[in-house]
């Protein structure tokens, strides 16, 4: 967790946390959630939903309000900001503008959560041209810099291809400058990102070819080099350099989510890879590189289906980080479960709770061969009524740590494929409660948003934001 002797100053009144631990100890208990939502109708609009979290609210766990895109074909993923705590020494800067990629039409929304946080609005929209012009595509994670500046990731070119970039946007005119990489090298792949200006680095994540997983999951893609990753891309953040690729090889495949810890001045941090289910730490070693080691295997089921056997793995989609540095959290998404690691010591993460949220096997009636595996996964798991078809995706932690809350969908072709009734009923939002000092989770029994009870037909909720900020959108810089 973060080391006590280590102090971040941040005197500013600015946006976001003066610190992770003024985050954690000090932010206030979530009101409202942000709720990024896809639609399987292609006909339909992508919306941003207003969840009401506040358990005091007549209207808690319900979708208050929904911020339409205004056309159709957008595939939202990620959310993030026009600027967060990097910027908390600047008082002139204000949180109000929900930023959100379309990943099939590269458009850019700008919602105004500020003027009424209860009923966000379109602010502009960024065309998609615009991004094709400078050869990206297929943009990924938002995050906002200390320079006044917002940055996405992108995952192709203007024609699909694997590239990984990162586009800037002036968070003030709201216009795309250009891209952020210098120099002769370029990350094959790209998908999200995370800096830490203390150590001069940023490190990148990777996918895979958007024109060949758009299409969905096929298997035999996995071992091409052409359409999936396998690397971390270490950058040098002053001059925005590619110096280093770490290759993960095939237990790294698809290396997605990356987290370093939330000490500004941490050299170390986690990254899920997705097909092989592992998490891989990352750190800077003595000689001033970059390292990773595989740190937790999931391993895969051996399942049975009309008599045949088969593996199955169980594809981590999500990872997160407390504010404290104390706990690791990750979903596995055909498995159906969320695991809690303590990663008090980051070397050896501890196993501390999992908890079991439907999965592949539970919908689809598969027999599992391990006798308590089949204790674990063989239900379906109902919560108000409701059977939770899929698995849990995208996480989202409550400042001080207390609170889970987890959503089903991970990417709308994908969901269509894999969890075909999921995408036909509609995903679902949970909570689990945590217990931050002994470690432990559990489900909220009376928490659910059913978001195929949306009033124009099912949706796919994807990734959550808080209105003042998160564990995954906010990076924290230091002054000494």
């Given at each position: 967790m973060i080391a006590k002797s280590i102090r971040v100053v941040r005197y500013g009144k600015g946006p976001g946390y003066a610190s992770p631990l003024d985050a954690f100890n000090n932010g206030p208990r979530e009101e409202l959630l942000y709720v990024v939502c896809v639609r399987p109708n292609k006909n339909k609009q992508d919306y941003l939903a207003t969840v009401d979290v506040d358990s005091k609210s007549a209207t808690y766990g319900q979708v208050i309000h929904r911020t339409y895109t205004g056309v159709t074909g957008d595939e939202l993923h990620h959310s993030g900001w026009n600027v967060c705590s990097s910027c908390h020494d600047n008082a002139a800067l204000k949180r109000d503008l929900l930023i959100m990629p379309g990943l099939h039409s590269c458009n850019v929304y700008a919602v105004d959560v500020g003027t009424d946080p209860r009923k966000p609005r379109l602010h502009k929209v960024i065309d998609g041209s615009k991004m094709r012009s400078f050869n990206?595509?297929?943009?990924?994670?938002?995050?906002?810099?200390?320079?006044?500046?917002?940055?996405?990731?992108?995952?192709?070119?203007?024609?699909?291809?694997?590239?990984?970039?990162?586009?800037?946007?002036?968070?003030?005119?709201?216009?795309v400058t250009g891209t952020w990489t210098k120099g002769k090298n370029h990350a094959k792949f790209g998908y999200d990102f995370w800096y830490q200006p203390y150590h001069d680095v940023m490190i990148s994540s990777e996918w895979g070819t958007p024109k060949y997983f758009k299409s969905g999951f096929h298997a035999e893609d996995i071992s091409d080099p052409e359409r999936y990753g396998t690397k971390l891309n270490v950058y040098k953040w002053s001059t925005r350099?590619?110096?280093?690729?770490?290759?993960?090889?095939?237990?790294?495949?698809?290396?997605?989510?990356?987290?370093?810890?939330?000490?500004?001045k941490s050299a170390q941090g986690f990254v899920g890879c997705a097909v092989q289910a592992n998490v891989y730490r990352f750190y800077k070693t003595a000689e001033g590189t970059w390292k990773a080691d595989k740190v937790i295997d999931i391993p895969a089921k051996k399942v049975f289906k009309d008599g045949v056997e088969s593996e199955l793995n169980g594809l981590i989609s999500d990872i997160l980080l407390s504010l404290d540095d104390k706990y690791l959290y990750f979903s596995c998404w055909l498995h159906g479960d969320v695991y809690q690691y303590d990663i008090s010591n980051p070397e050896h993460p501890k196993l501390i709770s999992r908890v079991h949220l439907g999965g592949k096997v539970a919908s689809e009636g598969l027999k599992i061969l391990d006798k308590e595996e089949l204790k674990n996964s063989e239900k379906p798991i109902t919560v108000k009524g409701k059977i939770l078809?899929?698995?849990?995706?995208?996480?989202?932690?409550?400042?001080?740590?207390?609170?889970?809350?987890v959503s089903s969908s991970l990417y709308s072709p994908w969901d269509k494929q894999v969890y075909p009734k999921m995408a036909?009923?509609?995903?679902?939002?949970v909570k689990l409660d945590v217990d931050t000092v002994n470690?432990?989770?559990?489900?909220?029994?009376?928490?659910?948003?059913?978001?195929?009870?949306?009033?124009?037909?099912p949706a796919l909720p994807h990734e959550m934001r808080y209105?003042?900020?998160?564990?995954?959108s906010d990076i924290w810089l230091t002054d000494d």
């Amino acid at each position: 967790m973060i080391a006590k002797s280590i102090r971040v100053v941040r005197y500013g009144k600015g946006p976001g946390y003066a610190s992770p631990l003024d985050a954690f100890n000090n932010g206030p208990r979530e009101e409202l959630l942000y709720v990024v939502c896809v639609r399987p109708n292609k006909n339909k609009q992508d919306y941003l939903a207003t969840v009401d979290v506040d358990s005091k609210s007549a209207t808690y766990g319900q979708v208050i309000h929904r911020t339409y895109t205004g056309v159709t074909g957008d595939e939202l993923h990620h959310s993030g900001w026009n600027v967060c705590s990097s910027c908390h020494d600047n008082a002139a800067l204000k949180r109000d503008l929900l930023i959100m990629p379309g990943l099939h039409s590269c458009n850019v929304y700008a919602v105004d959560v500020g003027t009424d946080p209860r009923k966000p609005r379109l602010h502009k929209v960024i065309d998609g041209s615009k991004m094709r012009s400078f050869n990206c595509s297929f943009p990924h994670t938002t995050h906002c810099l200390a320079t006044g500046e917002i940055m996405i990731s992108t995952m192709g070119d203007e024609n699909e291809n694997g590239k990984g970039d990162f586009v800037l946007i002036d968070s003030k005119t709201l216009e795309v400058t250009g891209t952020w990489t210098k120099g002769k090298n370029h990350a094959k792949f790209g998908y999200d990102f995370w800096y830490q200006p203390y150590h001069d680095v940023m490190i990148s994540s990777e996918w895979g070819t958007p024109k060949y997983f758009k299409s969905g999951f096929h298997a035999e893609d996995i071992s091409d080099p052409e359409r999936y990753g396998t690397k971390l891309n270490v950058y040098k953040w002053s001059t925005r350099e590619l110096q280093q690729v770490i290759d993960l090889g095939s237990e790294g495949c698809a290396p997605l989510e990356i987290r370093f810890l939330h000490d500004p001045k941490s050299a170390q941090g986690f990254v899920g890879c997705a097909v092989q289910a592992n998490v891989y730490r990352f750190y800077k070693t003595a000689e001033g590189t970059w390292k990773a080691d595989k740190v937790i295997d999931i391993p895969a089921k051996k399942v049975f289906k009309d008599g045949v056997e088969s593996e199955l793995n169980g594809l981590i989609s999500d990872i997160l980080l407390s504010l404290d540095d104390k706990y690791l959290y990750f979903s596995c998404w055909l498995h159906g479960d969320v695991y809690q690691y303590d990663i008090s010591n980051p070397e050896h993460p501890k196993l501390i709770s999992r908890v079991h949220l439907g999965g592949k096997v539970a919908s689809e009636g598969l027999k599992i061969l391990d006798k308590e595996e089949l204790k674990n996964s063989e239900k379906p798991i109902t919560v108000k009524g409701k059977i939770l078809q899929g698995g849990p995706q995208m996480l989202q932690l409550s400042l001080d740590g207390k609170r889970l809350y987890v959503s089903s969908s991970l990417y709308s072709p994908w969901d269509k494929q894999v969890y075909p009734k999921m995408a036909e009923e509609g995903g679902w939002l949970v909570k689990l409660d945590v217990d931050t000092v002994n470690g432990g989770m559990k489900l909220d029994p009376d928490f659910l948003v059913d978001f195929g009870a949306e009033p124009d037909g099912p949706a796919l909720p994807h990734e959550m934001r808080y209105p003042g900020g998160d564990c995954t959108s906010d990076i924290w810089l230091t002054d000494d």
